[in-house]
C-alpha cells in the first residue's frame, strides 16, 4: 500500500511541469469540446488523438488520451442539458433531468451540479483504480488458457446482455460477428491466412483503429445528418457554481453512483452508458423523492454524472490489469497503450508497476482539469453547440479518413472505416449494439489463443475447461448471464419463486 | 426504425446472417487441417472461426424463428412503399451521407491529390446539405463563397497539421 502511494506521488510529481500541465489543460479542454459536440464521441476523440499523439513520448500520449477520455465523458453532459441531444452516448441520463432544468432557467445550475457530479464520481473512480487494479493484476497472474478463453465468452456474453437489454440475442450476435472478424488473416499456429481470398491488405487482419472510428464515427456522422432538424441553444446561463447544499444532501447516492459505476466500468465492453443507466435507476428506486425523477430532479442528474465519469476509471481497472478493455473508449485506450509499447495484463505490476500509479495520476490530472475548465470555461462554450452540423460533419469525416489512414499509412484501412461506418450505422438501425462488436474484435485474439492452447492441453475433454476454481466460477456466470435470458429459465424461476412464497404449494410438498 | 417493423427487419437480417454462419462454417470446415506436418487437430486454423460460424447460425436460427412467431415473413413490399421509402428526406439524407463520404473515402482518396480530394468534398458536402435552389435561396453566392472558403481551410488545415506536424505522407 505505501509502495503504491509511493510510486503514485513519484507520477504525479514527475507530470508536475509546466509543458504537461498545459498539454493537460487543452486536451481536457478538447475532450469536452468533442464530447458536447452531437456527433462527435468519446471513442472517435480518443481514436483520432492516438493518431495525434503517436509521435509523442509514451506517458505524454496516453496522459492526452486519458485527458480527452475524462474530458469528453464529462463534456457530454451539456448538449444533454442544453439542447436534450446527450453529446455522448453516455450522457443519455443526463439529460433526462438535465433538460427540464435548463428549461426551467437553470441550465447554469444545471452544468454546475454535473460538473461536481462528474468531478466526484471520478475521484472515487480513481481510488479504486489505484486499489484494485493490483489486487486484480496479482490475482490474474493464476489465470491460465482456460481462464482467458472463459474470461473472453464472458466478456461478450455479459456486454451483449447489458448493451441490448431488450434484446440480448442481438447483443450476442454482434459480439460473435466481432470475435469472427478478429479471425480475419494470418492465424499464430501454422501461419495460415484465414477469409484472406488472397487478398494482401487482409492478410494482417482488420485492425481495431479504423474499424472503430468506423463503427462509431462515421456511424454518429450518418445519423445525425439523417435527421432533418436539429434543436438549437435557447436561454441564458445562469449561476453556474454549484450550492453545497446540493451536493451534501445527496452524499448517499454520490458514493453508491460512485461505486456502481466503477463496477459496471470494469465489465468488459460495458461502459459509461450502462453506468449512468444503472446508477440513476438505483438511487430512482432509493430515492425520497422518485416522482421528481424526469422533471428536473438535481439527485437524478448529480447519480447519473457521478455514475458515467466514475466508469471511466473502472473501465481501465480491467484495461492495465487483464488487457481487457471495461468499455469503448478504453478500447482504443489500450490499443494506444500497444502502440506505445507498454503491454497492459496481468504482467503490468511485475513489467511495468510504476505505469499504473502513473495512469492514476493521469486520471487525477484529467479530473481536476475537468472540475476547474468545466465551471470557469461555461457562457464562452456554449456558442461551439451553435455549429451547424452541415458544416461541422464534414471536418469530423476529413479527421475520420486521415484518423484510419494516419497510424500504419494503407489506404486499406480507410476503406475499413467507411464499411465498418455503414455496417454500425444499419446494425444501430436494427437494434444490434455496436460495442459487443468492438470487444469482440479486441477478444479475438485472446479467445482464438487460448481456445487451441486449451483444447491441446486438454485434448478436447470438456471437463478440463472447468477444472479450476475460477474457470468454474467464470464459466457458471457466464451460463447463468446466457439462460437467465431465455423464456424457460423466467419460467422456471417464477415457478420456484410462487412455490416459496406460497404456504399451501409448500405443505403438499412430499416429506 | 419503426418497432412494428421490427419482426420484418429480423426476419430478413436473420436469413442473411444465418447464411453467413453456414458459410463460415463451410469454408472453416475446408482449411487445411496440416495432417502431414502430424499438427494437433486441436490446433488446424479452422476450429475457431467453425465455431463462431456455427454460434453466429444458432443464434441468428432463434432470431429468424421468433420473426416468423411475429409474423416478420409479411413483408410488405410494394411499389408505393419502395416509392414513399425513398422519397422520405431522412432517407434521402442518409443515402446522400453514405455516397458523398464513400466516393471520398473509397474513390477520390489516394487516386488525386489529398488537398483537392479534401476540398472537393467538403464544398460538395457543405452544398449538398445547405444550397437550396428551389427554395430561391436570397444568397447563394454568399453561401457558396462560405463553403468555398472552409473547403480550403479544411483541406490545407488537416493536410498541413498531418503532414508537417504529425510527419504522416498524406494518401
Not at chain 1, 495460415?192 to 494482401?200: A, E, L, P, T, V
Not at chain 1, 486438454?458 to 475447461?465: A, D, H, Q, T
Not at chain 2, 422519397?87 to 471520398?104: E, F, H, N, P
Not at chain 2, 430561391?136 to 481551410?153: C, E, F, G, H, T
Amino acid at each position: 500500500m505505501l509502495e503504491g502511494f509511493t510510486l503514485f506521488a513519484k507520477a504525479l510529481w514527475g507530470f508536475m511541469t509546466p509543458w504537461v500541465l498545459f498539454d493537460v489543460l487543452w486536451a481536457t479542454q478538447l475532450g469536452i469540446i468533442v464530447g458536447m459536440l452531437p456527433g462527435l464521441t468519446a471513442t472517435m476523440g480518443v481514436a483520432l488523438m492516438t493518431t495525434l499523439t503517436f509521435h509523442m513520448e509514451p506517458s505524454n500520449a496516453v496522459l492526452i488520451l486519458v485527458c480527452m477520455y475524462v474530458g469528453a465523458i464529462y463534456g457530454g453532459s451539456r448538449s444533454a442539458i442544453l439542447l436534450n441531444i446527450p453529446g455522448t452516448p453516455a450522457n443519455a441520463a443526463t439529460a433526462v433531468d438535465g433538460h427540464p432544468l435548463a428549461r426551467q432557467g437553470m441550465a447554469g445550475r444545471a452544468i454546475g451540479i454535473a460538473t461536481t457530479g462528474s468531478f466526484l464520481g471520478s475521484t472515487i473512480g480513481l481510488i479504486m483504480l489505484a486499489f484494485f487494479t493490483p489486487l486484480i493484476g496479482n490475482f490474474a497472474l493464476k489465470f491460465k488458457s482456460f481462464e482467458f478463453f472463459w474470461l473472453a465468452i464472458f466478456g461478450i456474453v455479459i456486454c451483449g446482455n447489458l448493451t441490448a437489454p431488450k434484446d440480448p440475442l442481438k447483443g450476442w450476435i454482434s459480439g460473435f460477428l466481432g470475435l469472427f472478424v478478429a479471425t480475419i488473416g494470418m492465424e499464430p499456429y501454422h501461419a495460415y491466412q484465414r477469409f484472406s481470398f488472397g487478398y494482401m491488405d487482409l492478410t494482417g487482419g482488420i485492425h481495431l483503429i479504423p474499424a472503430m472510428v468506423g463503427a462509431f464515427g462515421f456511424t454518429e456522422i450518418i445519423t445525425v445528418m439523417k435527421q432533418t432538424r436539429m434543436e438549437v441553444v435557447k436561454g441564458k446561463i445562469d449561476r453556474i457554481f454549484p450550492r453545497m447544499a446540493d451536493i451534501a444532501k445527496y452524499w448517499k447516492g454520490i458514493i453508491r453512483s460512485g461505486l456502481v459505476g466503477t463496477f459496471i466500468g470494469a465489465i468488459p465492453g460495458v461502459g459509461e452508458d450502462i453506468a449512468a443507466w444503472t446508477s440513476y435507476d438505483l438511487a430512482k428506486t432509493a430515492s425520497k423523492t422518485p416522482e421528481k425523477f424526469g422533471k428536473g430532479s438535481i439527485e437524478g442528474l448529480l447519480v447519473a454524472e457521478t455514475g458515467n465519469n466514475s466508469a471511466v476509471a473502472g473501465a481501465m481497472i480491467p484495461v492495465l490489469s487483464l488487457a481487457i478493455p471495461g468499455s469503448a473508449p478504453a478500447a482504443v485506450l489500450l490499443a494506444a497503450m500497444f502502440i506505445h509499447g507498454v503491454r497492459p495484463g496481468p504482467l503490468i505490476m511485475i513489467e511495468f508497476p510504476s505505469f499504473v500509479y502513473q495512469v492514476v495520476a493521469m486520471v487525477l490530472l484529467a479530473t481536476t482539469a475537468m472540475f476547474v475548465l468545466g465551471l470557469s470555461m461555461v457562457r464562452p462554450l456554449v456558442k461551439v453547440l451553435a455549429i451547424p452540423r452541415e458544416k461541422l460533419m464534414p471536418v469530423v469525416f476529413v479527421l475520420c479518413v486521415i484518423g484510419s489512414y494516419a497510424i500504419q499509412a494503407r489506404m486499406f484501412d480507410i476503406g475499413v472505416m467507411v464499411v465498418f461506418g455503414i455496417i454500425g450505422y444499419f446494425m444501430r438501425e436494427m437494434d444490434y449494439p455496436i460495442a459487443p462488436m468492438v470487444l469482440g474484435i479486441i477478444l479475438g485474439s485472446i479467445l482464438d489463443k487460448n481456445l487451441i492452447r486449451s483444447l491441446i492441453i486438454s485434448e478436447g475433454y470438456p471437463l478440463y475447461f472447468v477444472e479450476s476454481p475460477i474457470s468454474m466460477v467464470i464459466a457458471g456466470v457466464t451460463l447463468i448471464t446466457f439462460f437467465s435470458r431465455t423464456q424457460w429459465f423466467r419460467a422456471l424461476k417464477s415457478k420456484i419463486g410462487s412455490v416459496i412464497r406460497n404456504p399451501v404449494l409448500r405443505s403438499n410438498k412430499p416429506d | 426504425m419503426k418497432p412494428e417493423n421490427m419482426p420484418k427487419a429480423d426476419f430478413v437480417t436473420s436469413i442473411v446472417l444465418m447464411v453467413f454462419g453456414v458459410w463460415v462454417l463451410l469454408h472453416s470446415i475446408q482449411m487445411p487441417r496440416f495432417e502431414n506436418l502430424e499438427a494437433n487437430p486441436f490446433s488446424v486454423p479452422g476450429i475457431v472461426p467453425g465455431l463462431l460460424g456455427a454460434i453466429i447460425f444458432l443464434l441468428s436460427l432463434v432470431v429468424f424463428l421468433r420473426s416468423l412467431k411475429q409474423k416478420g415473413y409479411r413483408l410488405g413490399i410494394s411499389a408505393t412503399v419502395i416509392r414513399n421509402f425513398t422519397k422520405d428526406a431522412s432517407i434521402q439524407r442518409m443515402l446522400a451521407t453514405i455516397l458523398v463520404c464513400g466516393v471520398y473515402g473509397l474513390g477520390l482518396i489516394g487516386r488525386i491529390n489529398y488537398y483537392l480530394a479534401t476540398f472537393l468534398f467538403v464544398l460538395a458536402f457543405l452544398l449538398l446539405f445547405q444550397y437550396r435552389p428551389s427554395q430561391n435561396d436570397p444568397r447563394p453566392v454568399k453561401l457558396i463563397a462560405m463553403s468555398v472558403l472552409q473547403a480550403v481551410l479544411t483541406a490545407g488545415a488537416v493536410g498541413a497539421v498531418f503532414r508537417y506536424l504529425f510527419l504522416v505522407e498524406l494518401p
